[in-house]
């Protein structure tokens, strides 16, 4: 099974930052890379796909990059509504997902 | 709209089963893989199972292979889980969710709301 290690656990940032995100899969997944966004109570919402597409009407300041094992997600510049948990997600081979990323 | 609403999530003993089901509207599941994942409580998400769109490739996590039975009705519009030889370990929010492609897993654009699923004595 391919795992996925995501870093930091927990990043404390500031309205206006920008931020990174990391993730590292166990073996090459090429692009098969998602990332979701979650807030307190709510379901997941998709982010990025393939690595590095945009799903429509998620904001630009949302970017992803990266290609077989190591992949990062990118805010170019940190609003209010960006504080919650971020996780990514290899479809490879089946699906699993990062342990997740608090940004507080 | 499109929507994804799950049901039959309860309260079991260990070693019990349950079934769960996610009614799909606003599009036709015959077009995408689907998936559950899931959330136990204060915790990140885990993968449990997905199926392409025809049922022919089936996937599951390692922790509920041999135990879950993923499954779908394109006629129904409807995607089941069953759930047997439920251990404590599986309590969680358990989540329905559409892939964007059919076949091959891709990633996953609409997910329900969760119906909970709690493992106790």
């Known amino acids: 099974d391919i795992q996925m290690t995501q870093s930091p656990s927990t990043l404390s940032a500031s309205v206006g930052d920008r931020v990174t995100i990391t993730c590292r899969a166990s073996q090459s997944i090429g692009d098969w890379l998602a990332w979701y966004q979650q807030k307190p109570g709510k379901a997941p919402r998709l982010l990025i796909y393939k690595a590095s597409s945009l799903k429509r009407g998620v904001p630009s300041r949302f970017s992803g990059s990266g290609s077989g094992t190591e992949f990062t997600l990118t805010i170019s510049s940190l609003q209010p509504d960006d504080f919650a948990s971020y996780y990514c997600q290899q479809c490879k081979s089946y699906s699993t997902f990062g342990q997740g990323t608090k940004l507080e | 709209e499109v929507q994804l609403v799950e049901s039959g999530g309860d309260l079991v003993q260990p070693g019990g089963s349950l079934r769960l089901s996610c009614a799909a509207s606003?599009?036709?599941?015959?077009?995408?893989?689907m998936h559950w994942v899931r959330q136990p409580p204060g915790k990140g998400l885990e993968w449990v199972s997905g199926i392409s769109w025809n049922g022919g490739d089936i996937g599951y996590a390692d922790s509920v292979k041999g135990r879950f039975t993923i499954s779908r009705d394109n006629a129904k519009n409807s995607l089941y889980l069953q759930m047997n030889s439920l251990r404590t370990d599986d309590t969680a929010l358990y989540y329905c969710?559409?892939?964007?492609?059919?076949?091959?897993?891709?990633?996953?654009?609409?997910w329900g709301q969760g119906t909970t699923v709690t493992v106790s004595s």
């Open positions: 969710a559409k892939d964007i492609n059919g076949a091959q897993y891709y990633a996953l654009d609409v």
């Open positions: 606003g599009f036709s599941l015959y077009d995408h893989a």
